[in-house]
């Protein structure tokens, strides 16, 4: 792909991290922090859907095997309640199974990353996908009719 010219426009966002492996969940989240992302720290799917029920983010980052609540658990609370309306959601796993992949993509999620991205692809992808995120917003904002 050919470059435009034009510098991708850094957006900020506000991130649930939902990370079990506290060194992994560190190192995530400083990357994301780096690139200007408010990043709130879950260490279980409890806490994982607390934040986002509390903090209206723009995406969750959810691991799949965590205490208290899995994130398909997650996911399937989140599909239940209007705090998760708008929240893109991305698994990232070390799974790569596709019935696994697919159990996520029917509960909701919005994509689904494996754990063997290096760091800069990372945050890279959730540069891109919160860019694509607000750009959508701002169609959508500009084609909606006043009332």
């Known amino acids: 792909m050919q470059s435009s010219g034009k510098t991708a426009r850094k957006v900020s966002a506000t991130i649930v991290l939902a990370e079990d492996n506290a060194d992994l969940r560190a190192v995530y989240a400083e990357c994301l922090r780096r690139d200007g992302h408010v990043v709130l720290e879950a260490a279980d799917g409890s806490e994982a859907f ?46 790569g199974d596709a019935d696994t992949r697919l159990e996520g993509f029917a509960l909701g999620v919005d994509d689904y990353w494996t754990k063997d991205l290096s760091l800069v692809e990372l945050c890279a992808r959730v540069q891109q996908l919160m860019a694509v995120s607000a750009a959508d917003r701002v169609v959508t904002d500009e084609l909606s009719w006043p009332e």
């Open 50 to 95: 607390s934040l986002v029920r509390a903090h209206a983010p723009d995406l969750l980052l959810l691991d799949i095997w965590m205490p208290v609540l899995n994130g398909l658990e997650v996911l399937e609370h989140l599909n239940r309640t209007s705090e998760a309306v708008g929240l893109k959601v991305v698994v990232l796993s070390h799974l």
